[in-house]
């Protein structure tokens, strides 16, 4: 039995830990949760815990830390290896929440919820039927929905597939931020792709109430907690994307999206986006559906506004991109049998910028330089991002991954996952036309 699902005691007051959405989901259909400020939490799938308990060294630089605690909230000490326990519950208001245990904790006197780090009144932790958040809200206990609201529900299922469609229609989707506030704090209610897989998540748990209401998650690293203002790339990598063991239908399906995308014809295509662009002072966010349509060169134009900040390309990016990426490459050309099929590779920087060198000025006009100046005064100012060397490149989401460690998988695969390969080497062939194109 692996590790993590050995028991554990635990304080037998210990308090639940408030899950928020995760902001910064761009694409994927799990729903991913932000259990503190460098954590998260998703749902638990077998192949994928395995991957991580199975990871090669070689391989941890490049994909999220598997977390082995119940966080860094110090809330709850267990070494249980990164697996907690998600149900939901309503809070005072009779709103609903999803919170965190310890496995196999005692969820009947557990204390109050730990949201010391959250603002009471967040629109995060109070769902409701705004549509501007695509939430949801409920006066009645799980129990009640299942047994005496069925029809309701069905509406608002109803109802929620009409707003997923609306989703899947908007595919480029500007919000227009003020540069007077906090930008990362306005990022919190206007990430569509993040609302719509948490809506998700909490419907499934609504309809299963009544058989269950406790689920286990994975705690991982939150890679853009380090980032002011994230800017995220998610890029569905390989030329297949179904695992061994799917249906027919499901093989069926994959197969297609992958012919009439570009995955078929370089092994990569685009699965979500969200950019800061400074210029406009817009969020640019770009979901899974319009990556799908992308021919070649409109997945390369893709790239490059991914790195294009509204007033130029940020070309300081680009090769801490391909070294990476090309570092990458190697690793994965020494892993034998391993297939990551439907795995995302994530590009991470930061899209908040400050100035950094002086050429032909003060240090004290300096501080004064507003954005709206900026490319007025790119002669006398050298610009540099915060952190401009620190883009991460990950691989994310192991569901579908097999090699010949998981015993139970009746296909062995050999050799290397050349369709994962070719997508990193197009990736690396287009970031370096961009570089060469734009003179750096």
Same mark, same amino acid.
């Given at each position: 039995?692996?590790?993590?699902?050995?028991?554990?005691?635990?304080?037998?007051?210990?308090? /639940?830990?408030?899950?928020?959405?995760?902001?910064?989901?761009?694409?994927?259909?799990?729903?991913?949760?932000?259990?503190?400020?460098?954590?998260?939490?998703?749902?638990?799938?077998?192949?994928?815990? =395995?991957?991580?308990?199975?990871?090669?060294? +070689?391989?941890?630089?490049?994909?999220?830390?598997?977390?082995?605690?119940? /966080?860094?909230?110090?809330?709850?000490?267990?070494? #249980?290896?990164?697996?907690?326990?998600?149900?939901?519950?309503?809070?005072?208001?009779?709103?609903?929440?999803?919170?965190?245990?310890?496995?196999?904790?005692?969820?009947?006197?557990?204390?109050? %919820?730990?949201?010391?780090?959250?603002?009471?009144?967040?629109?995060?932790?109070?769902?409701?039927?705004?549509?501007?958040?695509?939430?949801?809200?409920? +006066?009645?206990?799980?129990?009640?929905?299942?047994? =005496?609201?069925?029809? +309701?529900?069905?509406?608002?299922?109803?109802?929620? +597939?009409? #707003?997923? *469609?609306?989703?899947?229609?908007?595919?480029?989707?500007?919000?227009?931020?003020?540069?007077?506030?906090?930008?990362?704090? @306005?990022?919190?209610?206007?990430?569509?792709?993040?609302?719509?897989? &948490? =809506?998700?998540?909490?419907?499934?748990?609504?309809?299963?109430?009544?058989?269950?209401?406790?689920?286990?998650?994975?705690?991982?690293?939150?890679?853009?907690?380090?980032?002011?203002?994230?800017?995220?790339?998610?890029?569905?990598?390989?030329?297949?994307? &179904?695992?061994?063991?799917?249906?027919? *239908?499901?093989?069926?399906?994959?197969?297609?999206?992958?012919?009439?995308?570009?995955?078929?014809?370089?092994? %990569?295509?685009?699965?979500?986006?969200? %950019?800061?662009?400074?210029? !406009?002072?817009?969020?640019? $966010?770009?979901?899974?559906?319009?990556?799908?349509?992308?021919?070649?060169?409109?997945?390369?134009?893709?790239?490059? @506004?991914? $790195?294009?900040?509204?007033?130029?390309?940020?070309?300081?990016?680009?090769?801490?991109?391909?070294?990476?990426?090309?570092?990458?490459?190697?690793?994965?050309?020494? =892993?034998?049998?391993?297939?990551?099929?439907?795995?995302?590779?994530?590009?991470?920087?930061? /899209?908040?910028?400050?100035?950094?060198?002086?050429?032909?000025?003060?240090?004290?006009?300096?501080?004064?330089? !507003?954005?709206?100046?900026?490319?007025?005064?790119? /002669?006398?100012?050298?610009?540099?991002?915060?952190?401009?060397?620190?883009?991460?490149?990950?691989?994310?989401? $192991?569901?579908?991954?097999?090699?010949?460690?998981?015993?139970?998988?009746?296909?062995?695969?050999?050799?290397?996952?050349?369709?994962?390969?070719?997508?990193?080497?197009?990736?690396?062939?287009?970031?370096?036309?961009?570089?060469?194109?734009?003179?750096?």
């Amino acid at each position: 039995m692996s590790p993590a699902f050995r028991a554990m005691d635990v304080e037998p007051r210990a308090k /639940g830990v408030l899950l928020e959405p995760f902001v910064h989901q761009v694409g994927g259909h799990s729903c991913v949760l932000r259990f503190n400020e460098t954590t998260l939490c998703k749902p638990l799938v077998p192949r994928e815990h =395995q991957f991580y308990e199975t990871l090669p060294a +070689e391989m941890r630089k490049f994909t999220p830390q598997y977390k082995d605690e119940f /966080g860094a909230s110090g809330n709850i000490e267990t070494k #249980e290896l990164g697996v907690v326990s998600v149900r939901f519950e309503e809070d005072e208001d009779r709103n609903l929440c999803l919170i965190a245990y310890p496995l196999k904790g005692d969820h009947g006197i557990v204390d109050i %919820v730990d949201n010391s780090d959250c603002e009471p009144k967040s629109k995060l932790l109070r769902w409701t039927t705004n549509k501007k958040h695509h939430v949801l809200e409920t +006066e009645k206990t799980p129990k009640d929905w299942v047994r =005496q609201h069925r029809k +309701e529900e069905k509406m608002k299922s109803h109802k929620l +597939e009409e #707003e997923f *469609e609306w989703l899947k229609k908007s595919e480029v989707l500007y919000y227009t931020v003020e540069k007077k506030g906090n930008i990362s704090s @306005q990022l919190k209610h206007y990430n569509p792709w993040s609302m719509k897989c &948490h =809506q998700q998540q909490l419907q499934r748990m609504k309809e299963n109430a009544k058989h269950r209401n406790q689920y286990k998650f994975i705690l991982l690293e939150n890679l853009t907690s380090r980032y002011e203002v994230p800017c995220v790339l998610d890029l569905k990598m390989g030329t297949r994307q &179904h695992g061994d063991d799917a249906s027919e *239908e499901k093989a069926a399906n994959q197969i297609r999206k992958c012919q009439q995308s570009t995955s078929a014809v370089i092994g %990569v295509r685009v699965c979500g986006m969200q %950019v800061y662009q400074a210029g !406009s002072g817009q969020l640019m $966010f770009m979901n899974k559906y319009h990556g799908r349509k992308l021919s070649v060169q409109g997945f390369k134009e893709a790239l490059f @506004q991914f $790195f294009h900040n509204g007033r130029y390309l940020r070309r300081e990016l680009l090769g801490p991109v391909l070294k990476k990426l090309t570092e990458l490459k190697a690793v994965l050309e020494r =892993q034998e049998s391993y297939r990551f099929y439907s795995s995302s590779l994530l590009v991470i920087y930061d /899209g908040k910028e400050r100035p950094e060198v002086v050429l032909d000025s003060d240090a004290e006009d300096l501080e004064d330089l !507003s954005e709206e100046s900026a490319d007025e005064s790119a /002669g006398a100012y050298a610009y540099k991002p915060i952190g401009a060397s620190s883009v991460d490149v990950r691989m994310i989401d $192991f569901a579908h991954t097999t090699c010949r460690l998981y015993g139970e998988d009746t296909v062995v695969h050999e050799g290397q996952d050349a369709g994962y390969i070719f997508g990193l080497q197009s990736l690396i062939d287009i970031v370096t036309e961009i570089s060469e194109e734009s003179g750096e």
